[in-house]
Each structure stands twice: as C-alpha cells, then as structure tokens.
C-alpha cells in the first residue's frame, strides 16, 4: 500500500517525544516495518517527513549521500538558524567533498599516543566512579554515566582536567534536556550554549599559540584546499563532537546497565565468559540506540521502498527501528550478548559513520569490564524516568542498588 493511502490513524507522529518517554516506540516501529516501512509522516502544525523504518532501507539512504544530503540539519527539530549557519561548516551537516576533509583534519588527532592516553585515563576514571559508587550501595546512575564520556571529549579536546567539571555542567545543561517545552529550561540551554562557545574560542586562541596532541589543535592548524578553517568552523566542530561524543556512550552505558538488570542471566554469563565482552558491547550498542534517528534531505527526486520522494522534502532515518529489524536480527527485542553477526546501525553507515564509533566502544568496554569484574549483582533502587525526546533514546534516572563481587576478583592489578 502507497503512504497516499495510509490514514492518520496507521501512521503516528514519529516525532512525538512522548511516544518515546512512555516506551511506545517499539510496538508503533515493529508495526510501521511490516506495514509502512517507507511512510509520509504528517505532524499536527508542522512540516511533514517522510520515516525510513527498514535496515536495507536505511542504509541505501546513508549509503547516498548526494541524493539524500545532511546540510538541511541532522535532526528533527533543529533550530533552522543554527543549521543554515553550519551547513558545510561542520561535520555532521557537510556532503562530501567537504565532509570528507573536515573528517581527515578530526581524524588527524586519533594519533597512537594520543588513543593510549586517552584509554589509561578512561580507566582511571572507571575506576575512580566505580569505587565511589560501590562505597554508597546505592546510587543515581545517571551521574556515573555522564563522568566518563565527557571526561574522554575533554581529553581528547584538549580541556584542562581542572575544568573538567566546568564542561560536564555546560553540556548536560546545554544537551541533557529532551524536550524544551519549558522556557526556563529552553533559556538556560541557550546561556549554557553561548558559555560553551566562549570557552571554546579561548582554548582555539591558546592552541594556535602552543599546538598540542589534541583535536582544537588539529582544526585550528589544520587547511582545506589550502585555506585554514574559521574560527566558527572550529567552533561548531568542538560542539558538535562533544555533543555527539556525550550523549551517544552515556545513554548506551545507562541503557545497557538497565539491560542488563532485566536481563539477569546475562550478566551472570557475562561475569563466568569474560571473552564474551566484545560482542556483548555491540549488543548493548544495538539494543540500545541511543541516537534514534538521523535527518537527510533529498537533494534531488528520488525514490525510496516504492515512495516517490520530491527534492526538498526532509526524510528520517529511524536507527533504532532498523537495529529491530526482523528480516536482519534474528528475536531482536531479545537483548543477546552472545548474538553474532551484529551489524547494527547505531554508528549509522557510509561516509557518515560515527567518526568516534571506536572511541565509544573502548569507552563502553572499559566501563562494563569493570563493572562485571566488581559487581556481582546490580538491582533497580527506585523508579526509571525516560527521556521525552524524539531524538536520543535515554534515560534521565536510573537508580541502582551495586553488590560487591567477591574480592578475589576485583583486585585492581590493572588499575
């Protein structure tokens, strides 16, 4: 059947960030693929979308990125100043060619010395929350989560360790609310956005000063067909890795945590198979989603699943529905750690993959590593609130009662 002759009834606003926060999106998903996996998406006093809900689907878009381009915004919701200021400044909303030697300047910094440090420091900083979660008993996950990321960004940024906690409170003030219908909250983003953008230009004026082994460094110093960049491109390449960076390995740890706990046998098989890990952060990567979908718009006319799509129209690509997809994932709201193959979607795919895709899954590796290793049992403290947002597959609260494994098995000869 043609979207034309779908009802607003068979098709849900996909945007909806309530849909999200009541844990709806799963069913209306699994629904859609089957019977809309390709669907013209009308929302009540807004611009209609088209949603993409199918693994080969999605990655036939993202596998054409000047058909299907990125410089209209990533996401529904996008302030459209803010996206028309950097389309083909920053990375995440350029086509190539651009896109492409944006991303080798990003890349540049990902140098050996610079990946060792960046992994001894995570495991410091896993060691540090874990030790002071285990002290309480009981704790708000949420703010373990958020240390490690943002630590990581920092450090691989090139911000001083003292001012560390300067940028965890700027970002989840500026990043960690799903849907600003407040405008208090919507105010305070705004101050903590423009707070972020300063400290950024002082840490650009001093690295073009004293360049260092960090990612400022390389996009103040680094030149596209001979020109350097702007201090603006430098800018919104900062804010667009530290939100990318931030939000996707948070919500995948927290996420996976709360697996895990309704998934009790596997975190036992987990703790008896070690070897198990690299697969199992894969899976928490699938099952997780955190970025829920990607925003293209057609440059051309073009067609998609049997839908006609007409240059200008804004198509989302829903990750998350894809990394469910029955005809690729065998049971895949059955969360696996042994599951092989996983070729999940969450890095998306193509020229557009997460540039931080093996950063994130160190990250991830680290922290559940360690976990297992010290913690024998986790248990639900209290109520879990979901994030209301349409974008990031989250959790603002995720209370949790930590038992210590034995200590035979958490001594800390790697740490």
């Known amino acids: ?78 302030d459209e100043t803010a996206t028309a200021a950097g389309a083909g400044r920053m990375m995440v909303i350029s086509d190539p060619p651009r896109h492409g030697k944006i991303r080798r300047i990003m890349s540049s910094a990902f140098t050996p010395r610079t990946v060792r440090r960046l992994e001894v420091n995570m495991r410091t900083t896993v060691t540090e929350l874990l030790r002071g979660a285990l002290a309480g008993g009981t704790c ?93 491109e430098v800018v919104l390449n900062c804010n667009g890795l530290i939100s990318g960076g931030n939000e996707t390995t948070r919500h995948a740890t927290l996420g996976g945590l709360l697996a895990f706990i309704e998934n009790p046998d596997q975190w036992t098989l987990l703790r008896e198979r070690p070897e198990l890990l690299p697969g199992a952060i894969q899976e928490v990567l699938r099952y997780t989603s955190p970025a829920m979908h990607l925003l293209r718009t057609a440059a051309e006319d073009a067609e998609i699943g049997g839908e006609r799509i007409r240059a200008g129209d804004r198509i989302t690509l829903w990750l998350a529905s894809a990394n469910r997809d029955e005809q690729v994932f065998a049971d895949p709201d059955v969360f696996d750690v042994s599951r092989t193959p996983n070729r999940h979607l969450t890095f998306a795919h193509g020229p557009h993959h997460c540039i931080g895709a093996s950063l994130a899954s160190t990250e991830l590796t680290i922290m559940f590593e360690e976990l297992t290793r010290r913690v024998e049992r986790v248990e639900l403290a209290g109520p879990v609130r979901r994030m209301r947002s349409n974008l990031i597959g989250g959790l603002e609260s995720l209370p949790v009662s930590l038992t210590p494994a034995n200590t035979s098995r958490t001594t800390e000869g790697r740490t």
Do not use: N
Not at 54 to 71: A, E, G, I, M, W
Not at 172 to 177: N, P, R
């Open 1 to 78: 059947m043609s979207s034309d002759a779908a009802t607003t009834a068979q098709i849900p606003d996909l945007s909806d960030p309530l849909l999200y926060e009541r844990g709806e999106a799963l069913a209306v998903w699994r629904r859609l693929r089957r019977e809309h996996p390709v669907c013209r998406v009308v929302r009540p006093g807004g611009v209609p979308f088209w949603a993409v809900l199918s693994y080969d689907l999605v990655v036939k878009v993202l596998s054409q990125p000047t058909v299907f381009s990125s410089t209209g915004g990533m996401r529904l919701d996008a």
């Open 140 to 232: 708000e996950f949420t703010e373990v989560a958020a240390r490690l990321p943002l630590s990581v960004i920092c450090d691989l940024l090139g911000v001083p360790r003292a001012d560390w906690d300067f940028m965890l409170s700027r970002t989840m003030t500026a990043f960690g609310v799903g849907d600003r219908s407040d405008d208090t909250d919507a105010a305070a983003a705004a101050v903590a956005h423009t707070e972020l953008f300063q400290y950024y230009d002082e840490l650009m004026r001093e690295r073009r000063r004293s360049p260092r082994d960090d990612i400022i460094s390389a996009l103040v110093h680094g030149t596209i067909d001979g020109e350097p960049l702007t201090s603006t």
